[in-house]
């Protein structure tokens, strides 16, 4: 029994007041240390005109482009911008690949076309064992591409092979508040990205 069940009730006022309570705790636990090499690998690929790829499924998909979306155009970077991408927006290519060569490929045939040494490419999965990400996170280590891998519950293989990632820890299956952590670390990172970029122009 995850954390969630264990504190469901049919009260929904008492079931806010307690996933609100845990959703702190969950953040709380999360390593600002692992934020702060996040924001250097952004930075240093802005620097070096390098792009970064993320790729996700399900909820951690639309952090995905919610991702790119906050960094690519959200910092009003165009003289130095920030080349971000999510590969899970263009739904021809997905269903494609996932037709032609199997829903595995969706992401390491993008990256294969799209991706050069230098890259970066950011899989965020709530269990770190999606085989499409892990089989994008092979070639891109193949590739001389960096993987960051954001993270949940105990991380999964992703968390073991990643370059350098970001863990949110809770119980197995508890998504609710894997994504709502994974996506506060796309606003809170925005937010100082954004600020940064003012900062200095």
Not at 56 to 62: F, M, R
Request: some cysteine.
């Amino acid at each position: 029994m995850n954390n969630i069940d264990r504190f469901f009730t049919r009260d929904p006022v008492v079931f806010a007041g307690a996933y609100i309570d845990y959703l702190t705790r969950v953040m709380k636990g999360i390593d600002v240390k692992e934020i702060g090499r996040f924001v250097d690998t952004l930075l240093d690929a802005r620097e070096r005109g390098a792009t970064v790829f993320f790729i996700g499924n399900g909820g951690s998909a639309a952090t995905a482009s919610h991702f790119a979306n906050d960094l690519a155009i959200g910092t009003q970077s165009y003289d130095k911008p920030f080349r971000c991408i999510s590969l899970t927006d263009n739904q021809a290519i997905i269903t494609a690949i996932g037709n032609d060569f199997g829903y595995q490929d969706i992401f390491v045939r993008q990256l294969r076309v799209l991706g050069k040494s230098g890259d970066v490419v950011v899989g965020i999965s709530a269990s770190g064992n999606s085989p499409n990400l892990l089989h994008a996170f092979d070639y891109a280590r193949s590739a001389g591409i960096k993987c960051v891998a954001l993270t949940s519950f105990d991380g999964g293989r992703m968390k073991e092979v990643a370059d350098e990632g970001i863990h949110v820890r809770t119980a197995p299956k508890e998504y609710g508040p894997a994504e709502d952590a994974h996506m506060m670390i796309d606003h809170l990172v925005g937010a100082f990205l954004i600020r940064l970029v003012q900062a200095r122009t």
